[in-house]
Nanobody
Framework: QVQLVESGGGLVQAGGSLRLSCAASGTIFSITAMGWYRQAPGKQRELVAGITRGRNINYAESVKGRFTISRDNAKNTVYLQMNSLKPEDTAVYYC??????????????WGQGTQVTVSS
């Protein structure tokens, strides 16, 4: 059974920083891609940043230059460093792992979400 456990959310003032972490646990052989999505109240879930096992990276336009995604393949962990936070970054942030290879096959998994609130 694969689980994604997120940490690092919280309340921060505009201009501040937060670092999110997401660790995948279970009998995992490899993970193709990991990423972060977010969902604000009344809005659809959107991709924030994604990173492949080979460290190809993409960002949403709204976070380029402010957020940095990274991963530790040995630990099956992905990070999101968020700087210069804005009130519009307020959302529930979800970790995603795609192409997760286990003894059961290949799957897609989501974390439970962590709240990020940026006050003005």
């Amino acid at each position: 059974q694969v689980q994604l456990v997120e940490s690092g959310g919280g309340l921060v003032q505009a201009g501040g920083s937060l670092r999110l972490s997401c660790a995948a646990s279970g009998t995992i052989f490899s993970i193709t891609a990991m990423g972060w999505y977010r969902q604000a109240p009344g809005k659809q879930r959107e991709l924030v940043a994604g990173i492949t096992r080979g460290r190809n990276i993409n960002y949403a336009e709204s976070v380029k230059g402010r957020f940095t995604i990274s991963r530790d393949n040995a630990k099956n962990t992905v990070y999101l460093q968020m700087n210069s936070l804005k009130p519009e970054d307020t959302a529930v942030y979800y970790c995603n792992a795609d192409g997760v290879v286990t003894t059961m096959g290949v799957g897609l998994y989501w974390g439970q979400g962590t709240q990020v609130t940026v006050s003005s």
